[in-house]
């Protein structure tokens, strides 16, 4: 596997994550890489494709109104 699969994957990853501790956990258990390896190929990635600005929003549930007729 060359690097541009790996950063391929990586970015794949971002998509779903939303916390970084737990990216970096599990890309090196899939990798099996240390910390180091792990900061250095993700850090970059997550400057470039804009992960720390990514938000996360919650849905807002619509209120729905009861309409009561006159008799």
Not at 13 to 19: F, K, L, N, R
Not at 21 to 48: C, G, I, M, T
Not at 62 to 71: A, G, M, R, S
């Amino acid at each position: 596997m060359n690097w541009i699969e790996i950063d391929k994957n990586i970015v794949s990853m971002m998509g779903i994550y939303t916390d970084k501790d737990k990216l970096f956990k599990d890309l090196k258990k899939l990798y099996n890489w240390n910390e180091s390896q792990v900061e250095h190929a993700v850090e970059p990635l997550l400057q470039r494709w804009g992960w720390y600005d990514k938000k996360v929003t919650t849905p807002v549930k619509n209120k729905h109104k009861v309409k009561k007729e006159k008799k």
